[in-house]
């Protein structure tokens, strides 16, 4: 089995040089490639990264131009998937050194008792968080009781955590189903977050908590949270496939698995395009 550690980079200069060795020290032994996309980084990040990454298996795909999280992340997923096959693991991890790599063994074994995707939760016990103050925790605890509301998920609580792993077959699976559709919400903030999760559980994903402590207090960056794009993209997503008294989602997700069996045909409003051709070059 391999990992794939999935970094989202966007001017993350001041954490690369303590995150990329802690990674080195979680999965030290292990099969492992830290997969960092770094998004048109103005500062220093992909030098730093090519320097901090000597001696652990690292590829560095590069957006000449900031594109977003959203495409980043299709980006990401697309190389993991192409380069893993059946019984890897992806693992989406923020750089700017909020969370930590330790964590990431405690999610494997989640994978491997059965879960598609582990998120790591604040919310089960030995989860939590420190340095997070005032309206960003506010807007955290806010946008949960929204997504909770519209997209109740069997096995998951902490939705705005980004930290999640992923069984191979399940990114393998949507990208065969949606296409370059998995993740649409490109110039929304960060609502692309919540748009994966909801995509899997439609296809039927396991979802399961590890707890996590987020350290908040440990950010390096500026907060790249931009709050009204990614609310907008919330609302959009509740309003096309939210649980609108359990209607509305439950047809999607039944057109989604009749039409997944009978070999991808799927509705005409979720037609698959082919993945997109990554607009990342591959460096090392
Ligand atoms: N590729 C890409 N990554 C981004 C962009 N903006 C932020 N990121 C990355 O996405 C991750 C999350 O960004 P953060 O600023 O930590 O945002 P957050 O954790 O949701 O919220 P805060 O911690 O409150 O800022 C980090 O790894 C960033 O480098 C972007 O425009 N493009
Ligand atoms: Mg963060």
């Given at each position: 089995m391999k990992i794939f550690v999935l970094l989202p980079a966007y001017n993350e200069a001041a954490s690369i040089p303590t995150l990329l060795p802690r990674i080195k020290a979680a999965l030290h032994g292990r099969n492992y490639e830290v997969v960092l996309v770094d998004d048109g980084s103005r500062d220093d990040t992909a030098r730093l990264a090519e320097q901090y990454g000597i001696g652990m298996p690292l590829t560095i795909l590069r957006h000449p131009i900031n594109r977003g999280l959203g495409e980043t992340i299709r980006d990401g997923i697309e190389y993991c998937v192409s380069a893993g096959q059946a019984g890897d693991v992806m693992v989406r991890m923020d750089?700017?050194?909020?969370?930590?790599?330790?964590?990431i063994m405690s999610f494997i074994e989640k994978i491997r008792a059965g879960a598609d995707v582990v998120v790591a939760s604040r919310y089960q016990e030995g989860g939590g968080q420190s340095g997070v103050h005032g309206y960003r925790n506010w807007l955290s605890w806010g946008a949960g009781l929204f997504m909770k509301a519209f997209f109740p998920i069997k096995g998951m609580r902490d939705y705005s955590s980004g930290y999640r792993a992923y069984r191979w077959e399940i990114l393998d699976r949507a990208l065969a189903v949606y296409?370059?559709?998995?993740?649409?919400?490109?110039?929304?903030?960060?609502s692309c977050t919540l748009e994966k999760v909801v995509k899997l559980d439609m296809l039927g994903a396991r979802f399961s908590e590890a707890p996590h402590v987020l350290h908040y207090d440990r950010k390096q960056s500026e907060s790249k949270m931009a709050s009204w794009p990614t609310t907008l993209g919330y609302v959009l997503l509740a309003l096309k496939y939210g649980n609108w008294c359990g209607v509305c989602r439950r047809q999607w997700r039944e057109s989604i698995n009749a039409n997944d069996q009978s070999k991808g045909r799927l509705p005409s409003t979720l037609q698959p395009v082919e993945?997109?051709?990554?607009?990342a070059s591959r460096v090392a």
């Open positions: 750089c700017d050194d909020s969370q930590d790599p330790a964590y296409g370059n559709r998995f993740i649409e919400q490109k110039l929304l903030g960060f993945p997109s051709v990554c607009a």
